[in-house]
Each structure stands twice: as structure tokens, then as C-alpha cells.
């Protein structure tokens, strides 16, 4: 008697593949949802991992690896090196270099401290990098709550939630329910960016396509939208490399 397919999907097996002269772990995942073999590669962790769509497909998701070796690595030569969210590092925020710093104590776990580019963490030193990403997230969700409420009621619409993920292809997404999904990692790029991702995804709850009224409205909203685009097409994989040592 087969075995679920929820079971095998839930139970990944990992495989070593030699690329370029050195071994590569690669994932192998089953994803009923899936419509093809497809391989990923993380654009921060350089994880790689074959979704295969069925359990006949499992036995050929190696092989098709094989066939990607190319592609593979140049897209691991394009992760950016990790970057640990601890004392000593640097990190951006909002667009600015800053210095975490432990403490002794302070105002709360984590905070920035007015007049200069540092980032103050207190507590125990182990918790420090979780203490950071989860200020980040609640600094990225503030954001994001007060520029999509600001653009929609400029477009006149109204979001049915707003959700903030750690997504590895998308910035920003709007569904046909009306909910809107950010990365919390652009709460670490410069504000004009950010803005600009939200103002996409708003423009959607009036256009779910990206015709001309939609960029007409974009444009209306943010001006320039060429520029984000650009800084993101240049500096968004290195936004990925921001992560407490436990994730990378």
C-alpha cells in the first residue's frame, strides 16, 4: 500500500551533486501542486532543492538537476556572503548603515538610539539575533501599515489584510482576495523604495494587471518608479543576506 503523498512531501531527502569540482547539497521535495520539475536556489541561504510534482517524477528530479549544473552555479555565484544579525555586525535600516551594539539594558529589548546609526540589543547575548530580526519585522509591519493605508485612501480602496513574509522572489503581492504581502526585508532599503512597493501593490486593489492605467496610477502615486526598480534590481539579492546564524 503507497504511503501518502502528504507523508514523502513532508519528509524531504537531501542529495549531494557535484558542481563546478565541489559537492552541493541539493533538496528534494515533492509538491503535488507543482506542474513541472523545477529547481530553486535561495537567492540569501544558496540553498538548492528539486520540486518534483509527482512520485514518478522523484526518480528523475536528480537527473534533472544534473541538467541545471550550469544554471545552478552561476546562481550561487550570485549569493551574496551571510551576514549574522549580532553585536559587531552592520546592518541597514532604512536605508542607512547601522552598528548593532549589546546592552546592559535599555528602553526595550531592541532600539535605536537617536542621533546615531547604532543599534542597541539587550538581554543575553544568545538571544540577540532572534531579539533583532523580530524588531524588524515589527518595524517593517509599521511601515508597511501606514504606507498602504496612506496610498489607499488616496486610490480609494481598502486592503482585506496585510501579511509580512520572508518571501525569496517577491517583494510585495496582491491577490484576487484583496490581501497584500510584503518582505520585511525592504524595511532595511531606503524609504523611496519601500514606498514604491507598497504603492505597486495598492495600485493592483484598482488594476490586477499591469497595463497602462496601472502604471499611470503607480506613477501618479510614487513619480518615479524607475529608480526603485533599478536600486532593486541592483541591491535586492543583497537584502537576502541579513540573518541570525540559526537561518542561514
Not at 528534494?28 to 540553498?47: C, D, F, Q, Y
Not at 532604512?94 to 540589543?121: D, K, L, M, N, Q
Request: aromatic share 6%.
Amino acid at each position: 500500500m503507497n504511503k501518502p503523498i502528504t507523508s514523502t512531501r513532508s519528509h524531504p531527502r537531501r542529495v549531494l551533486l557535484r558542481i563546478e569540482g565541489r559537492p552541493v547539497e541539493v533538496t528534494v521535495r515533492l509538491n503535488p501542486r507543482a506542474r513541472r520539475l523545477i529547481v530553486k536556489v535561495h537567492p540569501s541561504t544558496g540553498e538548492v532543492s528539486v520540486v518534483a510534482p509527482s512520485r514518478r517524477s522523484l526518480d528523475h528530479a536528480m537527473d534533472f538537476a544534473r541538467s541545471e549544473s550550469s544554471w545552478i552555479a552561476r546562481r550561487l555565484a550570485h549569493v551574496p556572503e551571510p551576514v549574522d544579525l549580532e553585536p559587531g555586525a552592520t546592518v541597514p535600516f532604512r536605508g542607512e548603515e547601522h552598528t548593532i551594539r549589546p546592552a546592559a539594558r535599555g528602553p526595550a529589548p531592541v532600539w535605536i538610539e537617536r542621533g546615531s546609526r547604532v543599534i542597541r540589543i539587550s538581554g543575553h547575548q544568545e538571544h540577540a539575533p532572534r531579539r533583532l530580526l523580530d524588531f524588524l519585522k515589527r518595524e517593517a509591519r509599521k511601515m508597511f501599515e501606514a504606507r498602504v493605508f496612506h496610498y489607499a485612501e488616496l486610490v480609494g480602496v481598502q486592503p482585506k489584510r496585510i501579511t509580512v513574509r520572508d518571501t525569496a522572489s517577491r517583494w510585495g503581492s496582491c491577490s484576487t482576495t484583496r490581501s497584500l504581502s510584503f518582505s520585511w526585508r525592504l524595511i532595511l532599503a531606503p524609504p523611496f523604495v519601500l514606498d514604491y512597493v507598497v504603492a505597486h501593490e495598492v495600485a493592483h486593489l484598482k488594476h490586477m494587471n499591469h497595463g497602462t492605467r496601472f502604471w499611470s496610477l503607480v506613477r501618479e502615486l510614487v513619480g518615479d518608479a524607475e529608480t526603485p526598480q533599478e536600486w532593486l534590481s541592483k541591491n535586492g539579492p543583497l537584502l537576502h543576506r541579513y540573518a541570525p546564524r540559526a537561518l542561514q
